[in-house]
């Protein structure tokens, strides 16, 4: 557990871990969506950027994107959730992220691992990404957020890391993309 999550009481935690699991049911069993706004404002685009996966003990995300760099930034934002109420979160520092890969897979799950490296080692809470470039192989993108602030901030739950369990990335025949992942909590 990082030093800074230690800060909170054992109690405080397995609270807002519950909350976390509250939001997984509401999502999957009230019908709940989490739309993406539209640029164009026409209300056409109603791709919903990820919904939670029920999954014994751990926690999954399906993704989706209408190209690999929405994808990237739309599985960044679910782990950002996961962790924490974004809405609690100002943008006062960033910190880039350059990684190269040997598959798309691959830079799937590094990419998400470097998010929780970051904000672990660095203690900050994100609470956006951007993607500059991107390819099957490679991003280079800028994630913003703040120092960790537990008064401030409401967190959720701690993600220890991404698994290759259930893993799934996957370009659909009309180019967009759709991305399964499981962490381990």
Not at 153 to 158: C, I, R
């Amino acid at each position: 557990m990082p030093k800074f999550y230690q800060k909170k009481s054992g109690l405080q935690s397995i609270f807002r871990a519950y909350k976390v699991f509250l939001r997984i049911d509401r999502i999957q069993f009230a019908g709940y969506d989490i739309e993406r706004k539209t640029e164009n404002g026409n209300g056409k685009d109603n791709m919903k950027p990820y919904e939670y996966l029920e999954h014994t003990a751990d926690m999954g995300l399906l993704v989706r994107g209408k190209n690999l760099s929405e994808l990237l930034k739309n599985a960044a934002q679910g782990l950002f959730e996961t962790i924490a109420v974004v809405d609690t979160i100002d943008e006062t520092k960033s910190v880039e992220i350059q990684l190269t890969a040997e598959s798309v897979e691959e830079l799937f799950i590094t990419w998400l691992d470097e998010l929780i490296f970051q904000h672990e080692t660095k203690e900050i809470f994100f609470k956006r990404a951007t993607v500059q470039q991107c390819s099957e192989t490679e991003i280079l993108a800028t994630v913003y957020g703040e120092p960790a602030n537990f008064d401030k901030h409401e967190v959720y739950t701690e993600i220890k890391s991404t698994t290759y369990h259930q893993l799934e990335v996957l370009q659909k025949p009309d180019g967009s993309w759709r991305a399964q992942v499981i962490f381990d909590l």
